[in-house]
C-alpha cells in the first residue's frame, strides 16, 4: 500500500515538472517571437533578369493585400482577362471519372462461390457412397458419414470453385449420389 502511495506521489510530482517546463518553454518560444520579426529569406537577384520598377510596385502592392482582398482581385482579373474558373486539382492527382452506365443494362452478376449439396443417392450404392463422403469430407469417420447420408439433403462443402465443385459432382455421382450445384 506505501508503495503504491509512493508510485503515486512520484507520478504527480513528474507531472508537474513536466507540466512547468512546458509552460517554460511556451513563453520562452512568446518572448522570441515577439522581440524577433518574421523576414522573408533574401531574394537571389543574380539568377533572375531585372524586374521593371512598375511591375515592382504592383507585386508589393499585392503582397500587402489580405486574403478577401486577393479573392476579389482574382475575381476582377478573370472577368477582365475574358479567365475560365480553373477547376480545382484533388490532392492525389487526376480524377478519373466514372464510366457512363447505361440505363438499360443491368451490371451481371457472376458467382464465384459455389457450393456442393448431395440431395439423394442410389439405395444399392449406400456404402460406395458412405467410403466416398469420408474421403471428402474432412475429419469424418464412417458412421459420421453413414449419418450424414441419411440425414439428406446435406452440404458437403461450400465456398468452392466452379472447377473444384464439378469434379466434385463427377465423383459423387459415380457412387451412385445426386449432387446439386448452388
Known amino acids: ?34 522581440v524577433e520579426p518574421l523576414v522573408s529569406p533574401p531574394v537571389d537577384t543574380t539568377k533572375q533578369p531585372p524586374v521593371s520598377s512598375k511591375i515592382e510596385q504592383i507585386a508589393d502592392q ?6 478577401i482582398e486577393v479573392a476579389q482581385l482574382s475575381d476582377l482579373l478573370k472577368k477582365r482577362l475574358n479567365l475560365p474558373d480553373a477547376p480545382m486539382m484533388p490532392m492525389g492527382g487526376f480524377a478519373v471519372a466514372p464510366a457512363a452506365v447505361e440505363e438499360d443494362e443491368e451490371p451481371q452478376i457472376v458467382q464465384t462461390a459455389f457450393t456442393v449439396k448431395l440431395t439423394a443417392f442410389d439405395e444399392k450404392q449406400k456404402i460406395p457412397l458412405i467410403k466416398e463422403l469420408k474421403n471428402i469430407l474432412p475429419d469424418c469417420n464412417l458412421v459420421q458419414a453413414k449419418k450424414f447420408v441419411e440425414a439428406l439433403p446435406g452440404i458437403v462443402t461450400k465456398d468452392i470453385t466452379k472447377e473444384e465443385a464439378e469434379k466434385l459432382k ?8 445426386t449432387v446439386e450445384i448452388v
Open 1 to 34: 500500500m506505501n508503495s503504491l502511495r509512493f508510485m503515486t506521489r512520484r507520478n504527480i510530482h513528474q507531472i508537474r515538472q513536466f507540466h512547468k517546463c512546458i509552460v517554460q518553454q511556451t513563453e520562452a518560444a512568446a518572448v522570441t517571437a515577439r
Open 62 to 67: 499585392i503582397v500587402t493585400l489580405n486574403l
Open 170 to 177: 463427377d465423383t459423387i455421382t459415380k457412387v451412385g449420389g
